[in-house]
């Protein structure tokens, strides 16, 4: 039947943004219309998709040098995303020769009332979201989602999803249907057709807990945005491994400055002709042979023999030294100086042993005031002021007071006998005796400090003998360290001995010798510092290090070619982030915001989220700042731009503000094509649960409205708001079979159907199965009649639910009093009758085994008791029709 249907006036604001959003596409890189074509499929990337635009990012660069496996990139086209259908109504008539969609059983057709309400039921598994996922894809729905999957549960099952999809242009059935096919485009005409379910819900929750609202185009260019940063964040991490991944040989090449191949290195870049490379590092026989004559005429390396020459004289000048060392050191003045104090401290010695004998003649031990006692002595002081009694000056001798020594109490004598000892150490020879000796190792401390190691003097015998060539210096040089050495021992030993030592005489120093050396030394590094700036040899220096630097350049060409190869890889990065740029972006969706959301549109918004009975919130759009140039656009709280919504706002609001910004975009299109709803009502209570019946049933007033739920209550719900305005909804219901899902009927459930329509189903089902009592099955009958009264047990049940329904409903959550009148005419004996038909149902179902002979129940009895509980019902209609409060 065609129905005649009044075109809109205009264009959905959306479906022509992201008709607009096509065209302008065509300017961006390849990459992106790929990406954007994705999005509008899928609703979102995968990894795998990152993996692909990102090489087809690289591969718009890399020309010929693209990898064969790279994707082609397919651009986004106005079969990808919602048509332009402006003067078209479509409405769905039936989805039908459905095949490899998840498990959905083939040969089903679920049909669709071309206006009003069309309530298709199906509980969990039953596969009613099969064929959401259907429509979601066919009509182009945000977030559409993955590929659809065959029956992952048949082996036999294929992937490529197919449906047929019957539909109307403003009133008329096209006369080809659509034919679908997963990851294709269908007829533009479905577009028309708008699809609401959590996925495509343009109401979402964003991180900063906002509510905030994106029109599909400009989230979709800020999806697309994100692309471009996450791409942008890969191409820059591989450009800074690139960058850091440099060939060993060429991080510190071993080529001299200024030559060719330095020059080369240093230019070195993605463009660099490899063959001219080559050329350079091949050397011609006759390039060769030069080499080798320039290397035998400049083998005399004049850096290194100055070097060389430097060294030695640094030598010479350390021998120099310890030569005037020696020569101070042991020299007659000293000698004589050294004898006059060994003389002095003597004698001093001897006047303080003298002074000891007199005084410590009857000491128990001999020798006090010798050296080694006085080394003991000064011991005793430092324990005894350092350890034993370090607050007290030494000796410490009083009351209860031990020798430092032999830590025994200290007695009188002991302690008279300390006394004596520190005064004779005090006393003025004493004092001579250490200061005469003090004096003595002054003096010989700087003989003692002349060093000479064996090896310091062979090398430097080797040096002037052998490397300078002066033997006589070195025969100088040998005869003085001797005698000096001889000199030194004898002088460091006098101190032990009673008798002065007899010195060998001073020998001369070589100091002339050896101050001529360095001198020459000095001319020699002067000279060969003068050939080192000869042009003549700068030029073949200059020609061999060309030579040599390209023989080097030819062991690294491997080096060379990968660095080059790198550089290549830089640049198309390079050139590649380019191609990530936002800014354009950022531009479109400024000017589409523009049109999008409008203040028709914020006005809207409004009233649609008090028609779901949030009375409670004065919400409103308000914008938010931008992300990528996407405006952000955030529910709040009228006067109130900094209310966290998040934090009032119940899941159930959430879902309703959801709705209202879905209705509030088809309003202001005053777009009247179809409306798809998956399970509108999900994480809702049941005071939203009936405004959102009562929105759709509304709704369902001006255009199709289809409602796919698994909820019965708000299949009942749905169910009521329809007949109360008049509209007679069409029933869908989809169940599961043993193996596969998908099954669709005409009717509802039996609990939710009017008992009215449920007597009359059972009238012809009864029919049906009535030839089993003809031809004698009785097994069978029995099973038929124990179905029906069971049915009419529940029907009995829900007539008396009906009776009482002018006051109260099983689903409903509030009591109408106005009805209460309508109750009134139930008697006493409707409730016998109702008891009485119930009885009987029962009777029929819970029936023993029949005797042999007994007949079973006729199909004439069964039938009366569906026209008695039918004739019941209409009865009570009919009465409470007439009750009326006077």
Known sequence: ????????????????????????????????????????????????????????????????????????????TTHHVKADTTGKVVALKRIKDVCHVNALADGQSLTFRETGLTIVYGGNGSGKSGYTRILKKACRARAAGEAILPNVYDPQATSGATATIEYTVNGIAVPAPAHWVDGTSCADELTAISVFDSACAIIHVEKANDVAYTPAALDLLEQLADACIELQKRLKQEQQQL??????????????????????????????????????????????????????????????????????????????????????????????????????????????????????????????GSETWRALWESARAYSMQDAYPAQDFPVTGDGAYCVLCQQALTSEAAQRLSRFHAFVQANAQVRAKEAARACETALSPVRALQLTQSDRLNAFGLIDGDLECPAVASELRRFLTLTRWRQRLLLGAKRTSEWPSLPPVPPPPIAGLEALVTGLDTRI?????????????????????????????????????????????????NALTDTETRGITNKSKALARGLVTAALKDRFAGEVLSFGVERLQAEMQETGSQYGVPKFRIGLAGQKDTNVKA???????????????????????????????????????????????????????????????????????????????????????????????????????????????????????????????????????????????????????????????????????????????????????????????????????????????????????????????????????????????
Request: one cysteine or more; charged letters at 25%.
């Open 1 to 76: 039947m065609n129905v005649s249907v009044t075109p809109p006036s205009s264009s959905s604001p959306s479906s022509a943004a992201m008709q607009e959003i096509v065209g302008w596409s065509a300017q961006l890189p390849a990459w992106q219309r790929d990406a954007l074509r994705r999005l509008c499929l899928h609703g979102s990337l995968t990894e795998k998709d990152y993996l692909e635009l990102l090489a087809m990012c690289r591969a718009a660069h890399e020309g010929a040098g693209a990898s064969p496996s790279t994707p082609k990139p397919q651009p986004l």
């Open 243 to 368: 960058q850091a991944a440099i060939p060993a040989a060429l991080v510190k090449p071993q080529c001299q400055a200024g030559t060719k191949v330095s020059k080369l290195l240093t230019a070195l870049s993605a463009t660099t002709d490899m063959t001219g490379v080559q050329t350079l590092a091949t050397l011609t026989p006759d390039e060769q042979r030069r080499q080798e004559t320039l290397r035998a005429d400049l083998s005399h390396d004049l850096a290194k023999q100055i070097e060389q020459l430097r060294q030695r004289k640094a030598h010479l000048l350390r021998v120099l030294a310890t030569v005037r060392e020696f020569s101070v050191g042991t020299s007659d003045i000293v000698a004589e100086n050294i004898k006059l104090l060994l003389a002095n401290a003597e004698t001093q010695a001897e006047a303080a042993r003298v002074a000891a004998e007199e005084l410590f003649r009857d000491e128990p031990l001999p020798h006090v």
């Open 526 to 574: 002067s000279d060969l510092q003068q050939a080192m700036q000869d042009e003549t040899r700068q030029i073949l220096t200059k020609e061999l290090q060309e030579l040599d630097d390209r023989v080097w350049l030819g062991h690294v060409l491997d080096d060379v070619r990968a660095d080059i190869t790198r550089r290549k890889k830089l640049a198309i990065l390079t």
């Open 648 to 886: 009032i706002f119940s899941e159930g609001e959430h879902r309703c503000i959801a709705l209202a910004a879905f209705l509030s975009e088809l309003a202001t299109a005053d777009d009247h094509s179809g409306i798809v709803f998956d399970d509108p009502v999900s994480s809702l209570d049941h005071e939203y649960r009936q405004a959102v019946a009562k929105r759709l049933v509304q709704e369902a007033q001006m255009r199709q409205v289809i409602v796919f739920t698994h909820d019965i209550v708000f299949l009942t719900q749905l169910s009521d708001e329809a007949r109360q305005c008049g509209i007679d909804p069409h029933y869908q219901c989809i169940g599961r079979g043993e193996n596969r899902c998908g099954y669709c009927h005409a009717e509802i459930p039996m609990n939710v159907r009017p008992v009215l329509d449920a007597l009359d189903s059972l009238d012809r089902h009864l029919t049906n199965v009535t030839n089993a009592y003809t031809y004698g099955d009785t097994a069978k009958w029995l099973r038929e009649v124990k179905g029906i009264a069971e049915e009419l047990r529940e029907l009995w049940e829900r007539a008396v639910e009906k009776a009482l329904s002018p006051v109260f409903t099983r689903y409903a959550y509030k009591v109408k009093t106005a009805g209460l009148i309508k109750v009134t005419v139930l008697s006493s004996a409707d409730c016998t009758a109702m008891r009485e038909g119930f009885g009987r149902c029962s009777a029929l179902l819970h029936t023993a085994p029949l005797p042999a002979g007994s007949p079973p129940p006729l199909p004439t009895a069964v039938k009366q008791e569906i026209d008695t509980l039918r004739g019941w019902v209409l009865d009570i209609e009919r009465r409470q029709a007439g009750a009326i409060l006077p």
